[in-house]
């Protein structure tokens, strides 16, 4: 029985054989499934639900408590070759938690438990369903953080954000999911249960952990994290600088991150961005590119000192000094972005990109970027287009580019054609220029075809390697990373 070709009966007999492993409360069948799990947050589900068409396709859905019922599934998934997507909150946008390819869906919200709590080291071992939002609301009872905020925090689950590399608001004093990280518990494709090394930094070769990070379910199911803590912070110090160009906040952010300097968020917007997105939340008028700056710690001495050099850095390189209130503003609004009536919604078209370059080709990447997705639209769709470097390291920067298009086209053909277009152009684009395709938000279905161009022939064989021999019968997330 393969799951491209369940019958009825088939359902019915996996719906059966999953509920003698779950209970028949945890398991939906193909209606009940479809009904209830329509697909991630991306604008491809949102089209393709309003085009009629099903985006996650799953025969049956199934919600496991434990690792071993975890297990238990997989290792019946695999001997029955039904294939297998774990799904955290449903919160991606690249469309990678949608069973494109039909079989079981699993649900793994229900594995929300914190099974230890180590005041000594600070860290936690939390089950991977529990949402961002309300790990960081039991942390914080406690003083303490998980200091992981993606604006999706209300959605993303911890399994989820490790699966697909995320990264949140504060990344760059944190640092993104990967640096958060000590180990993993994880379910192989044919059921084994991995505990990989207890802590990350080591001489035991090569570090299977980072492996298992950012392989979207298509290497295993992260069942359980143990994750770093922090106190938290007691102080925060916001600045916002307006530049002449964006050419000066990009030398500001590079003389600021090569310093050793961490400020919590170096967010720079274009002037599209500042004008018309970042403005209108904090309430100003913007007409160049803007710089929103916020240090945070322990200690006020340090965080002072902190973003004195920070600021200092900014106005040596023209940088305006706009007070705290912008900053202490956009704090405060920081996911009004993502509830109406700032959030997108069909007819409008909309997608983001988020690619990573070092500071040698930052500045190119989003011209290159920029230009090759103006090129990609006929003005006649009146595209909004607005960009901002969200994530800062001590090599380079991302660019964010968010797009959208008031009302695409009318057949659901000739939309996914030029949402298609505008990925390939940019993707090209953000590649030649010198960039790596993602920062954050993951490949899934959107990115997969780029996965040859990023890794080349011999990276994508390596990876594909790993894949068939942890997952010989190609069972878990089958296509996704463009993995065969
Ligand atoms: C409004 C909005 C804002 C966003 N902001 C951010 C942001 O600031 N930062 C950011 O990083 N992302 C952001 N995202 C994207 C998304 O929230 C992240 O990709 C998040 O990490 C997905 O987590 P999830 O639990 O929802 O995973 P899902 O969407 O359910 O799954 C994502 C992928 O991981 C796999 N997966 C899920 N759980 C597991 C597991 N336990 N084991 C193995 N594989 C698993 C799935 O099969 C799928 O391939 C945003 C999305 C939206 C809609």
Request: aromatic residues 8%.
């Amino acid at each position: 029985m393969s799951s491209a070709e369940l019958s009825v009966t088939d359902i019915n007999n996996v719906v059966n054989d999953l509920s003698d492993i779950v209970g028949a409360e945890n398991v939906l069948d193909r209606e009940e499934g479809q009904k209830q799990f329509t697909g991630d947050m991306s604008w491809i589900t949102d089209i393709s639900i309003a085009h009629g068409q099903v985006a996650s396709r799953q025969d049956v859905v199934v919600s496991p408590r434990s690792t071993k019922q975890v297990a238990a599934i997989m290792a019946y998934a695999n001997k029955s070759r039904i294939s297998v997507t774990p799904y955290g909150g449903g919160s991606g946008v690249q469309g990678a938690a949608n069973a494109d390819r039909g079989g079981i869906l699993l649900n793994l919200r229900g594995m929300d438990k914190v099974r230890h709590l180590d005041e000594q080291s600070m860290t936690c071992d939390v089950e991977c369903g529990y949402i961002c939002k309300d790990f960081e609301a039991w942390l914080n009872e406690r003083k303490l953080s998980f200091t992981h905020y993606p604006a999706s925090t209300e959605w993303a689950t911890i399994g989820g954000s490790l699966a697909a590399r995320g990264s949140g608001v504060l990344s760059t004093k944190y640092g993104k999911i990967e640096d958060h990280v000590l180990s993993i518990e994880l379910v192989t494709p044919t059921g084994e249960i991995l505990n990989t090394p207890a802590v990350p930094r080591h001489g035991a070769g090569p570090e299977l952990t980072q492996l298992l990070i950012g392989s979207e379910g298509t290497l295993g199911v992260i069942t359980s994290i143990t994750v770093q803590l922090r106190n938290l912070p007691t102080k925060r110090v916001f600045g916002c600088f307006a530049f002449k160009d964006l050419e000066a906040g990009i030398s500001a952010g590079r003389n600021i991150m090569t310093t050793g300097l961490h400020p919590a968020a170096l967010r720079l917007y274009d002037e599209p961005a500042a004008r018309h997105s970042l403005g209108k939340a904090v309430g100003a008028t913007f007409d160049s590119p803007v710089m929103i700056v916020m240090c945070e710690g322990e200690y006020d001495s340090i965080v002072d000192a902190e973003a004195d050099v920070v600021f200092s850095i900014c106005r040596e390189q023209g940088g305006k000094d706009l007070g705290s209130q912008y900053g202490e503003a956009w704090w405060d609004k920081r996911y009004v972005y993502y509830y109406p009536p700032f959030a997108p919604a069909l007819p409008m078209m909309w997608l983001t990109m988020d690619v990573v370059a070092d500071f040698t080709h930052i500045g190119d990447v989003y011209h290159a970027t920029t230009k090759a997705i103006h090129e990609a639209v006929d003005p006649s769709y009146n595209m909004a287009l607005h960009t901002h470097f969200s994530h800062w390291y001590d090599w380079g920067s991302m660019i964010y580019p968010r797009i959208k298009i008031p009302k695409g086209p009318d057949s659901l053909k000739d939309a996914m054609e030029l949402h298609d277009k505008i990925v390939k152009d940019a993707t090209n684009a953000a590649l030649t220029a010198g960039a790596v395709i993602n920062d954050h938000h993951g490949v899934g279905l959107r990115l997969a075809p780029y996965m040859k161009d990023q890794l080349g022939d011999t990276g994508m064989g390596m990876l594909q390697s790993i894949k068939t021999g942890l997952d010989p019968n190609n069972i878990l997330c089958p296509g996704k990373l463009g993995l065969g």
